[in-house]
């Protein structure tokens, strides 16, 4: 928001002159000038929020409201639904930019979906994650992407892999958060990411954070790695 300001003119010519009235009409006009492009800017900024808080509003109470009633409904499409109302909710998170998670509190909720799935699918779950001292925050919109990079992780781990165990590592070292799954079922099309639409998908949103993604099969295990920057040279 703008606020009242001063200008303050000092030497003109380096202290070799006085100030005369065309000084003054410049600096006035300049002043002008720079305010109402400050005001311009705001007003922009201000319709983008104003913008954003409507569609998270439409979400919330128009498609969250429909799912919500499907959810309480007794057969398979309540599941569905509110499988439905969480991934919207996650949405609707990563367009709020009032709203800050922190590394050690996503690696958390990470940790928690995943063995609940590993579990679910019979599936050995190791998990190595030492907690920040000093805790980073990360962007709603960098929260939601990588909880849909891990969770694609998984899901094409469930669906094209004969996995009988799956690792997960995280370390942040040098501005930047480095994850690895790894798993020990190698589908006979891993080797190519033109087979399917998950890995594709992953090294957008991993791109789109301004990282780095890369998967290799090696001694029987399939190994994904991704990198993003985070803290101060997150983007």
């Not at 939601?144 to 094209?160: C, D, G, M, W």
Request: charged share 30%; with cysteine.
């Amino acid at each position: 928001m703008l606020t009242e300001c001063s200008l303050f003119l000092a030497y003109p010519d380096r202290g070799a002159r006085l100030f005369n009235s065309d000084d003054i009409k410049l600096a006035q006009m300049l002043f002008k000038i720079s305010h109402n492009a400050m005001t311009r800017q705001e007003s922009y900024l201000k319709g983008m929020r104003d913008e954003r808080k409507r569609i998270m509003r439409d979400l919330h109470d128009d498609v969250g409201g429909r799912l919500l009633t499907l959810a309480h409904l007794e057969n398979n499409i309540s599941r569905i639904a509110s499988e439905a109302l969480k991934r919207l909710r996650e949405i609707i998170y990563s367009l709020d930019t009032e709203q800050i998670a922190t590394i050690n509190q996503s690696v958390a909720k990470w940790r928690i979906e995943a063995l609940e799935r590993c579990e679910a699918a019979d599936i050995g779950f190791v998990w190595h994650w030492e907690e920040l001292a000093d805790d980073i925050e990360l962007s709603p919109r960098q929260a939601l992407n990588l909880t849909l990079i891990l969770r694609e992780a998984l899901s094409n781990i469930f669906q094209h892999a004969q996995a009988v165990k799956t690792i997960f590592a995280f370390h942040v070292e040098r501005g930047r958060l480095y994850v690895e799954v790894v798993n020990d079922g190698v589908p006979q099309d891993a080797r190519s990411e033109k087979n399917g639409n998950g890995l594709r998908n992953m090294r957008i949103r991993v791109e789109e954070l301004g990282g780095a993604f890369r998967f290799s099969v090696e001694n029987g295990d399939f190994r994904l790695e991704f990198n993003v920057p985070v803290g101060g040279n997150r983007e």
